[in-house]
């Protein structure tokens, strides 16, 4: 992999993963932009103790755009976009309307490929074994930044989960504290630990997902996917390596080199979830399958507060779900889940993971 730094005309950083060490990114940003200004702040909520980020300038982002003029596609003659070079394999860049900068952290826009009519499932292993390494460059790089306690790599996928941009791209965000989801996770980690002397919580999921195997969705040497046992969402799989490690800089070679074929495998099995019999698509019309993919790893910032607790505790694990429950239909945060956060699931997680093993490729 060749990495290569450069700067956007309004000052933001971009950054070229090449697969060849010899490619030469020498291409300047040629629009007259203004530097960025962003009014992004953090507020505390005093009632339940989590955080909010307040990003007023977002409201006049992009929102989705004519293919032709596509801010994540190469620049070709005099149709400029993000992307200074007339070609790429992965860029990543700071994003032009952050939800979190400064102090507050920071956002990076990652795109997976230059090809606008692709998706991360029709990557190449080759491919997306180089997203796996801009994501983990990018974690290592921003977890040295003093205002970074926790580094988030994600994809949304479908205008169903609000994306405005179609061009097959992800996100990494910086977080300036722990985020409440993964400080619940770590308040459950230091209990179990102290119930079972040293227990680790992690390791015991995946044990009894193993052991009971309804919920296994694939197993590979270095991998093991399942539906959790209490799944969230219609269709939810959570991918661990077989080795506990607290973020994606502790994977080994053997897991990164199984990893593109284990997760290129489960994105085409969402994509297949909802294919009738003969695979037919079971609504006419019906774009693929919408989905979020949420790398966890553990925060760099002090964890004294979950008392016992280190940061090799934590398992780095990638979440993937959609909200389409079945053709045609979504699952809609309401009142339970968006009012208490008690989630109610239609579909049962064993069902779910039948379901995933009868899309495998075959």
């Not at 053709?327 to 069902?351: C, H, Q, R, T, Y």
Request: overall charge negative.
């Amino acid at each position: 992999m060749k990495k290569t730094s450069t700067r956007l005309a309004d000052g933001r950083e971009l950054i070229y993963y090449d697969s060849r060490d010899d490619t030469v990114r020498d291409a300047v940003d040629r629009r007259p932009l203004e530097p960025t200004v962003t009014s992004s702040q953090v507020r505390r909520d005093p009632l339940l103790g989590d955080a909010v980020a307040i990003a007023s300038h977002r409201q006049g982002r992009t929102y989705h755009p004519p293919a032709d003029e596509c801010p994540l596609c190469p620049s070709q003659g005099d149709r400029l976009s993000e992307i200074p070079d007339s070609s790429y394999d992965v860029v990543v860049f700071e994003n032009r309307f952050p939800s979190l900068a400064g102090d507050s952290g920071r956002c990076e826009v990652v795109c997976f490929t230059s090809d606008h009519d692709s998706s991360f499932a029709d990557l190449t292993e080759e491919q997306a074994g180089l997203v796996l390494e801009a994501w983990t460059d990018r974690t290592a790089e921003l977890s040295h930044l003093p205002s970074v306690e926790q580094v988030f790599c994600f994809e949304n996928r479908g205008a169903e989960i609000g994306v405005t941009l179609g061009h097959p791209h992800g996100q990494i965000y910086a977080y300036p504290f722990t985020t409440p989801r993964t400080a619940l996770m770590l308040r459950s980690v230091a209990a179990h630990k102290e119930a079972t002397d040293g227990g680790n919580l992690f390791d015991d999921v995946v044990a009894r997902e193993l052991a009971e195997g309804e919920r296994i969705v694939l197993e590979t040497e270095h991998w093991v996917a399942f539906v959790p046992y209490a799944a969230h969402w219609p269709y939810e799989v959570h991918l661990y390596p077989r080795h506990r490690v607290p973020d994606l800089l502790g994977l080994d070679e053997g897991a990164r080199r199984e990893f593109p074929q284990v997760y290129l495998e489960l994105l085409k099995r969402f994509d297949r979830i909802f294919d009738g019999p003969g695979g037919e698509k079971e609504g006419a019309g019906e774009p693929p399958t919408p989905y979020i993919a949420a790398w966890h790893q553990a925060p760099f910032g002090p964890l004294e507060e979950f008392e016992g607790v280190n940061r090799d505790d934590f398992a780095l694990h990638l979440e993937l779900f959609t909200i389409r429950r079945t053709s045609g239909k979504l699952k809609f945060l309401a009142g339970s889940e968006s009012g208490m956060s008690v989630f109610i699931n239609d579909v049962p997680p064993e069902a779910a993971a039948q379901r995933l093993r009868e899309v495998a490729s075959t």
